[in-house]
């Protein structure tokens, strides 16, 4: 199919351009920028009139829930919310059930997502056999069947020789490792920020130390190692700081935080309100103030929506005991506007962080717009509200501490591959 956008403002924070421009495809691909090659007969136009073109959302942290976890959300479900959100490139954890530390079950998962639809998925192998901190994977095996990095979701390897030795194994391949800083000991029972709002609510709190210990183990291992680390979740300042001390070192790391994070704090608890039971727990003012920050200025590298899609069972209990998580595939671009719009920066350095960014974390050629690059476009109508709502939400998660908030941008089109993928005029 040839497709015609027209009358949009294109934006490719990977080439800094910023400018009313046509795109042209053909075969899947852009094969047109501004002016149409010869002999191009659309047919199909997308009219981008008073809309953002710019390259689908790349989202390193994405629970797809499948294998095992249908009963919270199906892989259908949560394809359609991530075209909807303008998602086309995702990375999901290895924590689904069995655990993502065979290779058949790697290209099982890869086989299910190979529809014209769905986003392009990439999967994150486990480091150690059923995640257990113990067992290395057989990691090299996991790579071929479409592994692009190894991580234990939000499971720590409590042994350090364990993790030693899977930072050599992991470095000598050239295989990215992604690991959540957080002490398991520091961190045992607790649900909510060690502060204030804790202690009043009668909470057990988890520390700033839970982070900074647990990164700093990290950045020494890969001193020894030189593996290409990035770390998963960054929710403190302090934590950050040390993270922009590493690179001043010479050290290879990388980082990213979550939407939720970007813009709430443990203030939003509110009197127990379990949709802002995450993991890491939402920090204090200060924290976001300097995660916000540390996002504009490039120190963190990406901003992802850790989608985490929970049944309504596991959140209508008792704070201490709701499941921890947030539905995001579908408020990734709004709140990253919203975030844009409060800092006052440009769009272009923005999209960076969802797009480009992230794209070059992953080690994949996406998240820019240009010739001869897979048609992966996001178009949506920034003066456009999205009610954060129920009804509105197509994953089957409606899990957020976001609902019923009115926040800027909605997607207009979602192309994947230069498929259709999602057509928000017909909503």
Known sequence: MKIHIKNGRMIDPASKTDKPLDLFIAAGRIV?????????EASSVLDASGCIVCPGLVDLAARLREPGFEYKATLESEMAAAAAGGVTRLACPPDTDPVLDEPGLVEMLSHRARLPEFAHVHPVGALTTQLEGQALTEMAELSEAG???????????????????????????GFP??????????????VAHDGEVAARLGLAGIPVAAETIAIATLLHLVRETGVRLHLRRISSAAGLEMIVAARAAGIDVSCE????????????????????RLDPPLRSQSDRDALREGLASGAINALISDH??????????????????????????????????????????????????PARILGVKAGSLALGVAADICIFDPAAEFLVSRENLKSQGK????????????????????????DGTLN
Not at 177 to 190: E, H, I, Y
């Open 308 to 357: 985490t899609p929970v049944d309504d069972d596991a959140k209508q209990t008792p704070f201490e005991e709701a499941e921890a998580g947030a539905t995001g595939l579908e408020l990734l671009l709004p709140l990253t506007l919203k975030w844009a719009l409060e800092m006052k920066l440009p769009l272009v350095t923005a999209l960076a962080r969802i797009t480009s960014d």
């Open 399 to 422: 899990n957020t501490p976001f609902l019923g908030q009115h926040l800027p941008g909605r997607v207009r089109y979602t192309l994947i591959d230069g498929h259709l993928a999602f």
């Open 32 to 40: 047109g920028i501004g002016n149409a090659p010869a002999n191009f």
């Open 147 to 173: 592994c692009v990095a190894f991580g234990q979701a939000n499971r720590a390897i409590v042994d350090t020789q364990v993790l030693l030795r899977a930072m050599m194994y992991a470095a000598t391949f």
């Open 177 to 190: 490792v992604w690991l959540q800083a957080q002490d398991p000991f520091l961190s045992r029972k607790g």
């Open 257 to 276: 935080v979550t939407i939720n994070h970007l813009h709430l704090t443990d203030r939003d608890i509110g009197f127990f309100n379990a949709h802002a």
